[in-house]
C-alpha cells in the first residue's frame, strides 16, 4: 500500500464468475489477486438463480470474508469488488457491490472507474423523485436503469449506459444472469476468461492465473455482454468508441504478472526503464528501484545501461491499517516503518533511484533522504513516466492541480526540494514507446490526460450541472 503514502490511489477491483459451485469462493479468490486495486472495503454477491445474496464490509478482503461466510455464500454466479475511494464517502454505505431490490426482482452493481458526469445525473434524477441511498457514482446507473421504462433488463441497462461518461468496467448480477459492459473509451482493463465451463471476469489477468483460468478475450470498448447459462452474448451499446487505455495502469496500477491488452504489466515497466536511460543516461554504481512497482522499471533501467541493479530499498511487508504508526517524536529520532534503505548495498556509491511517478513529491524527499542517511555519495532520481501535471477524472486520485507538485515547479525546483543530485522524467513520446502498444493513432490508444492535459471525453466540473446534455433536460 505504498501508494496510499504516495498520493496515487488506484480506485477498484471488479470480478464477476458464471456457473461455478463455488462461485462466491472463487470470487473471494479473484478479489484477494485485485487487493492492491483498493483496500478500503470489499464485498461478494451470489446467486442461488431464486435470490441475490450480499456480504460486504471495510477493510481488506481478509477482514471482511471469512469461511462461514463464504459458506452462508451459496450459489453459482457471482460478482466482488475492492475498493479504494474516489467517488463518494469512504463509508459502509458506499461498499461496492450495491444491491438493489424491487417487485421484479434483484439487482447488484459493481464497477471500476469514475462516471463524470455522475453529479449532474444524480440532481437531474433527485429531481425527478429519485432517493439515494449512497454517494457512489454506480448508484446513478441503478435509477437510470429503474426510470428506462424499458422491460427488457439488457436494454434498461443499454440505455443507462449511453447516458453515463467517463470509465467505468462494470459487472451486473440478477438472480439468472451476469452483465459486462466497458466504457466506450475502454479506459479501464477488464478481461474474460474461463474455468472449466464457468465463465470468469476481471479487473486483471491476474486473477485468471490464480484460480486457474484460461485468458479469453478482452472487452472491448462500448460492448455489453450478457452471460448465462447458455454462454456469452456480445452486444454493443455504444456505436462510437475509440480505446484510450490509462497509461497508469502500464506504468504503476496493474500487477506486474497482469497483461493488459495483451501486453505484459512488467515486460511494459521494463520497457519503460530502458527508454529512460536512453533519455537520461548517468554515471553511477548502482540502480535501484523503489518497491514494489518501480523494480521492473529499475532492472531495465540497468540493462541499458549496465550499471548493476541492486536492492537498495526494502519495503515492510507486515504494516496494514490497524498497525500503530510511530508518533511524531519517535519518526524524529527516526523510526521508520514502511521503508528502508539498504545501508550494504548504498553506503559510498553513487545511485540511480527510479521511480515510477511522482504526484506530491513528498515520498520521493523521504526517499531520497533515506539513501543518503544510509551512506550513498550521490542519488540521481529518474521517473519512468512524465510529469503528472493534471488530475484525473476516471478514477485515479491524483488530487487536485494545486497538490500536484510538477504543476506548480519546475523540474529544477523539485530535484532541490527533494535533495537530489539530478531529476529527469521520461517523455510522453518515450512512455508510448515504452508500453509498446501497436495501435498506430497518436495517443497509441491509451489516456495520457495528466501528463498531456488532453481528456478523451468531455468532463463535467462539478459544479456544472448539464442536464441539457444527458438527459434531454428539462
Ligand atoms: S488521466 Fe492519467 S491516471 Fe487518469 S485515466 Fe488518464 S492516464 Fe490514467
Redesign the pocket.
Known amino acids: 500500500m505504498f501508494g496510499e503514502i504516495k498520493g496515487l490511489n488506484e480506485e477498484c477491483g471488479v470480478f464477476g464468475i458464471w456457473g461455478h459451485v463455488d462461485a462466491a469462493q472463487i470470487t473471494y479468490y479473484g478479489l484477494h489477486s485485485l487487493q492492491h486495486r483498493g483496500q478500503e472495503g470489499a464485498g461478494i454477491v451470489v446467486t442461488d438463480r431464486e435470490k441475490l445474496s450480499i456480504h460486504k464490509g471495510m477493510g481488506l478482503v481478509n477482514d471482511v470474508f471469512n469461511q462461514d461466510i463464504l459458506d452462508r455464500l451459496k450459489g453459482t454466479g457471482a460478482i466482488g469488488h475492492t475498493r479504494y475511494t474516489t467517488a463518494g464517502a469512504s463509508d459502509f454505505v458506499n461498499c461496492q457491490p450495491l444491491q438493489f431490490n424491487s417487485q421484479s426482482g434483484s439487482l447488484a452493481l459493481a464497477h471500476n472507474g469514475n462516471i463524470v458526469n455522475a453529479t449532474a445525473l444524480k440532481h437531474q434524477l433527485e429531481y425527478q423523485g429519485s432517493i439515494f441511498q449512497t454517494t457512489s457514482d454506480t448508484e446513478v446507473i441503478a435509477h437510470l436503469m429503474k426510470r428506462s421504462g424499458y422491460p427488457d433488463l439488457k436494454d434498461s441497462l443499454k440505455n443507462a449506459l449511453t447516458m453515463v461518461k467517463g ?1 467505468y468496467a462494470l459487472v451486473c448480477l440478477v438472480e439468472d444472469k451476469m452483465f459486462v459492459a466497458l466504457d466506450p473509451n475502454g ?1 479501464r482493463p477488464l478481461s474474460i476468461g474461463k474455468l472449466g465451463d464457468a465463465y470468469v471476469v476481471s479487473s486483471e489477468t491476474c486473477a485468471f492465473d490464480i484460480i486457474g483460468a484460461t485468458f479469453e478475450r478482452e472487452v472491448q470498448p462500448g460492448e455489453l455482454i450478457t452471460i448465462d447459462d447458455d454462454g456469452l452474448h456480445i452486444d454493443v451499446f455504444s456505436p462510437s468508441t475509440k480505446r484510450t487505455i ?4 502500464y506504468v504503476y496500477f496493474a500487477r506486474p504478472d497482469s497483461d493488459v491488452e495483451q501486453i505484459n504489466v512488467h515486460y511494459a515497466r521494463k520497457n519503460l526503464g530502458k527508454q529512460l536511460a536512453k533519455e537520461a543516461p548517468i554515471e553511477a554504481d548502482v540502480v535501484t528501484g523503489v518497491p514494489d512497482s518501480s523494480i521492473s522499471a529499475a532492472i531495465g533501467f540497468a540493462e541499458e545501461t549496465g550499471i548493476p541493479y541492486e536492492l537498495g530499498l526494502i519495503k515492510n511487508r507486515y504494516i496494514n491499517r490497524t498497525f500503530i504508526q510511530p508518533s511524531q517524536a519517535l519518526r524524529e529520532q527516526g523510526v521508520k516503518m514502511k521503508l528502508s534503505a539498504v545501508r550494504g548495498v548504498v553506503a559510498g556509491k553513487r545511485v540511480v533511484m527510479i521511480d515510477d511517478s511522482i504526484v506530491r513529491g513528498t515520498t520521493s524527499r523521504r526517499i531520497v533522504g533515506l539513501l543518503r542517511e544510509a551512506g550513498a555519495t550521490e542519488v540521481h532520481v529518474r521517473i519512468s513516466s512524465p510529469p503528472i501535471i ?1 488530475p ?5 486520485d ?1 488530487s487536485t492541480k494545486g497538490e500536484l507538485i510538477a504543476s506548480v515547479k519546475t523540474t529544477e525546483e523539485i530535484r532541490e526540494e527533494m535533495g537530489a543530485d539530478s531529476l529527469t522524467y521520461l517523455s510522453v513520446e518515450g512512455l508510448k514507446t515504452g508500453i509498446g502498444r501497436p495501435d498506430t493513432t497518436e495517443n497509441c490508444g ?6 498531456t492535459g488532453q ?1 478523451p471525453t468531455e468532463i463535467y466540473p462539478e459544479t456544472d450541472h448539464p442536464y441539457d446534455k444527458v438527459l434531454g433536460g428539462k
Open positions: 470509465a479506459l490509462c497509461s497508469m495502469e493534471n484525473c477524472f476516471y478514477g485515479i491524483t491509451q489516456c495520457l490526460a495528466c501528463f481528456y
